[in-house]
């Protein structure tokens, strides 16, 4: 089993920034990906970003350029970097785990940006 909190969501204006954590716990086993998917209402959840223990990430266009991931894989814990920030990221933000097909998901934290 291995158990995700996320933290560091909030308000904030368009153009802004905020940065989430995710602290992993339990049994952490590699290589793994750890990351963000967020879901909006009445949307469904999109990948935001990926990181893999073997070094990679992984980004979607419409978050290039503007958000960074990373990870300190000696305390479990990944990062988010979200800049210029625009009233379309709001959602709820989850971090995840998937290692060997086994996929683990935090219980999310709410992302608003007001234009």
């Known amino acids: 089993q291995v158990q995700l909190l996320e933290s560091g969501g909030g308000l904030v204006q368009a153009g802004g920034s905020l940065s989430l954590s995710c602290a992993a716990s339990g049994r952490i086993e590699s290589p793994n990906a750890m990351g963000w998917y967020r879901q909006a209402p009445g949307k469904q959840r999109e990948l935001v970003a990926t990181?893999?223990?073997?070094?990679?990430?992984t980004y979607p266009d419409f978050v290039k350029g503007r958000f960074t991931i990373s990870r300190d894989s000696a305390k479990n814990m990944v990062y988010l970097q979200m800049n210029s920030l625009k009233p379309e990221d709001t959602a709820i933000y989850y971090c995840?785990?998937?290692?060997?097909?086994?996929?683990?998901w935090g219980p999310g934290t709410q992302v608003t940006v007001s234009s």
């Open positions: 990181t893999h223990s073997l070094g990679s990430t």
């Open positions: 995840y785990y998937n290692s060997r097909g086994l996929v683990y």
